[in-house]
């Protein structure tokens, strides 16, 4: 089935859940207006559309070749890359200084969701540059910006993220790859980076490696790490002493090369530092929010793009008899019950997941944004405390809802044939990179909870309050028991992190660590249902004013079955969260 972006449902969301009204109303977005966002969506939507999902399924079938030191991406991918950049989409988030366009994150992350659903192995590249982007912007030397930041902005050049080695993961205090002083400034890099997305292609010219290493007087940890731009071409035309050294076969993402960079083997890779010594991290951190987020983003493109596919099999796919099994003709599968709740499971887990996210993109928008100062630091707190349900949810969550839509296929989702198989396939990444999703739920307890002493925590679950109050005033029937399921879902999160908040005051950081992961399932089940309940009553609304669209009674009824069949698994994850480390089995000997 051909990819068609759910525009109309990511505009209802953006002004329901994120207030995009308001932000416009406010001045945070200048010269933006609701009918110029959805222009720039639906010109998204169309390139995504024709141009990059035409080539997934193909791209995933061909893989990657190597012609000599340059890899080969899948026919088409190249040129679909320089339309794509000449279309300006390349420039969309960026700083109008270096020939950006300055939109919102919120506008940009509803463009990334629509490249990523069409073809993830192909906006793998663009997202990773974005993230230069905002590096180099935040701490690149003047003359570094002037020279890359225009090339990456336009997408004449792309570039990457260089962290992780053979024996340095998560754990970036055991990075070995070295750098040395040289006497015009520059500084020579020798060592070996793994996993490095789109290290090598054949889309540009050139490529900006942004890579960690540590200096022979760099403390020990991850307080001797520097970051620095090591470029494949040097600005006089030469090749850097750079090279991929192979390509990994993997489980997903067949058309995306994911490299292993080899760095030094000669004289060394002539690279400059970006920030100051031994605060590599500290640079790399500016970033994280946003990159985390546009990884949730593209959990929640895999989830939609999964669920049109099964929605449309499911249709089409006849079997059985009529409801009452007296009819004579077969029925489409769409119609039987258990089907019927795994498409709404599907649906309402990816449309939880979007309003989470374009949450956070509002919040990152304010705090970049707002001219109060408080009002800066409350909103970065705010996305700060997101994002990690942002990545971590949106992406368990596109596994799940992939693995659903194997499973509504049946046997025909099992073999390739179908594409149902791709997605998952393609979705089993997004858990792991970025961080992976028990670092989020780490990060969340941890770092979050305590931000402002636990106010910002404990402001955010006032707002998912206030939803499920909002929703008992109504007292609508087509409700059901929304209400109800929100508020007790909201009184667990609320006991639940009290409990968490006392762990760490008293000491007991192993207790918090063991229940992190259930923790971030509860908080992310409440606020991405507390998410669709406000779409919920955004449609109630409409539809009480005359409106006729028969998306808004949709609404309704998805956030009613999400409250009634899914916030009930909140009270087992309160209770698994809460159990500490006592009730995990001792860990095996090696």
């Not at 489980?251 to 010594?277: D, F, Q, R, S």
Request: glycine share 10%; with cysteine.
């Amino acid at each position: 089935m051909p990819y068609r972006a759910p525009v109309s449902e990511m505009l209802f969301a953006m002004r329901a859940v994120a207030g995009l009204d308001d932000k416009i109303a406010r001045g945070l977005y200048p010269d933006l207006g609701p009918d110029l966002v959805a222009q720039i969506l639906d010109a998204a939507a169309e390139f995504a559309g024709e141009r990059l999902d035409p080539l997934n399924r193909p791209g995933d079938l061909a893989g990657l070749g190597r012609d000599g030191a340059v890899v080969r991406t899948p026919p088409g991918f190249a040129e679909a890359y320089r339309d794509w950049a000449a279309g300006g989409w390349s420039a969309l988030a960026a700083s109008p200084e270096h020939g950006g366009q300055g939109l919102p994150t919120l506008v940009a992350s509803a463009c990334t969701e629509m490249w990523n659903a069409a073809n993830l192995s192909f906006a793998l590249c663009p997202l990773l540059t974005m993230g230069a982007i905002e590096a180099l912007e935040a701490h690149a030397a003047p003359e570094l910006k002037e020279r890359y930041l225009p090339r990456l902005v336009s997408g004449e050049w792309t570039a990457t993220m260089n962290l992780t080695e053979p024996q340095a993961g998560s754990d970036l205090s055991a990075l070995r790859t070295r750098a040395e002083r040289a006497a015009d400034g520059s500084y020579r890099i020798f060592g070996q980076k793994i996993y490095i997305t789109y290290g090598e292609h054949d889309w540009t010219d050139n490529i900006v490696h942004l890579v960690l290493a540590r200096l022979p007087d760099a403390p020990h940890g991850t307080r001797g790490i520097s970051l620095f731009l090591v470029p494949k071409i040097l600005p006089d035309g030469r090749r850097n002493d750079l090279a991929c050294a192979g390509l990994e076969h993997k489980l997903g993402i067949h058309a995306a090369p994911t490299c292993t960079m080899a760095y030094g083997e000669g004289e060394g890779a002539v690279g400059w530092l970006v920030g100051e010594e031994n605060r590599g991290l500290a640079c790399m951190f500016t970033m994280m929010n946003n990159a985390r987020l546009a990884v949730g983003v593209q959990g929640v493109a895999l989830a939609d793009r999964a669920t049109q596919h099964a929605r449309a099999y499911a249709a089409e796919r006849r079997q059985g008899r009529t409801a009452d099994y007296t009819g004579q003709g077969m029925v489409a599968i769409a119609g039987h019950p258990d089907v019927r709740r795994m498409l709404a499971t599907m649906r309402g887990l990816t449309d939880a997941a979007r309003g989470i996210c374009f949450l956070t993109a509002a919040a990152l928008d304010e705090a970049a944004r707002e001219a109060d100062r408080e009002a800066r630091k409350a909103a970065y707190e705010r996305a700060s405390l997101l994002t990690p349900l942002a990545k971590a949810f949106s992406t368990d969550i596109a596994v799940e809802v992939a693995s659903l839509g194997v499973q509504v296929h049946g046997g025909m989702g099992f073999v390739e044939e179908t594409g149902a198989a791709q997605f998952y396939r393609d979705a089993r990444i997004l858990p792991i990179y970025e961080g992976t999703n028990g670092i989020q739920a780490i990060d969340l307890v941890l770092r979050k909870l305590p931000l402002s002493g636990g106010a910002t925590v404990r402001a955010e679950i006032a707002r998912i309050r206030k939803v499920a109050t909002r929703l008992v005033k109504e007292a609508d029937a087509r409700f059901g028991a929304l209400a109800a399921r929100l508020r007790e879902a909201t009184a667990r999160l609320d006991e639940t992190t009290s409990w968490m908040l006392a762990a760490l005051a008293e000491g007991r950081q192993d207790d918090a660590l063991a229940g992190a992961t259930p923790y971030l399932r509860l908080f992310s089940l409440a606020r991405g249902v507390a998410c669709l309940a406000e779409e919920a009553l955004v449609a109630r609304a409409a539809l009480a004013a005359g409106e006729t669209d028969p998306a808004h009674a949709e609404r309704i009824a998805l956030a009613r079955y999400m409250g009634e069949a899914h916030l009930g698994e909140t009270e087992g994850l309160a209770r698994s969260a809460t159990a500490g480390i006592d009730a995990l089995p001792a860990a095996e000997a090696s």
